[in-house]
């Protein structure tokens, strides 16, 4: 079978098998604050480390329908530079779900979801605090993707890592250790994993 991108209801597939193919995605769960201190947080499936040295991540945001109207979390990262990538564990994610609730703008999902806070060190916005880790970000650079079909862009924000939150009960013999917090990821759909079982590949000399 092949498939043109987004021509998936031609082929008789009734979801778009593209998101279901790139899985696992990590999930960013990113709280921002606007100019005025409203908090805002939310899930993005689209997120990952992009460096190293220097330590960045990225994530991307969609449009709401409406044309230009960003979401919040992209409305207040223009407004203050900042954002935090907050690390879901297994045991926060109906938190997470609740949170990526398309909520009026103004309404913190800190409290819809009953997310405890925490502050942080280099940045204004607080983190998740029962997060196994979080990590605070200052933006660098905003791309505007190609725009979409209905003339509207997806916008990738890229952010230098500032500092980092953990838990130090994730910590085993000097690493972190995931199988401690069973970290979720988006798989297609509706369907999510959680990561329970490593195993090690040295690489090759």
Not at 27 to 40: A, P
Not at 160 to 189: A, M, Q, W
Request: with cysteine.
């Amino acid at each position: 079978m092949f498939i043109y991108p987004n021509k998936h209801k031609e082929e008789g597939l009734s979801h778009n098998p593209f998101k279901a193919i790139v899985s696992p995605r990590p999930i960013g769960w990113i709280s921002t604050c606007c100019s005025d201190g409203t908090l805002n947080i939310a899930p993005y499936s689209f997120f990952n480390a992009v460096s190293e040295q220097p330590p960045m991540v990225m994530f991307c945001s969609a449009p709401k329908k409406e044309k230009s109207n960003d979401k919040d979390s992209l409305t207040n990262i223009k407004e203050t530079g900042e954002f935090v990538v907050n690390i879901v564990s297994y045991a926060l994610r109906d938190k997470m779900n609740i949170s990526s609730k398309n909520y009026p703008k103004g309404v913190s999902e800190f409290e819809m979801a009953d997310i405890d806070l925490a502050p942080s060190r280099t940045v204004k916005v607080p983190h998740v605090k029962f997060a196994p880790a979080s990590l605070e970000c200052i933006l660098w650079q905003i791309v505007e993707l190609p725009p979409r079909s209905d003339n509207l862009s997806t916008s990738m924000i890229l952010g230098f890592v500032n500092g980092i939150n953990l838990d130090e009960s994730i910590i085993k013999d000097g690493k972190i250790d995931v199988t401690i917090y069973k970290p979720i990821s988006r798989l297609g759909y509706s369907d999510y994993a959680k990561i329970t079982e490593l195993f090690s590949m040295p690489r090759p000399e």
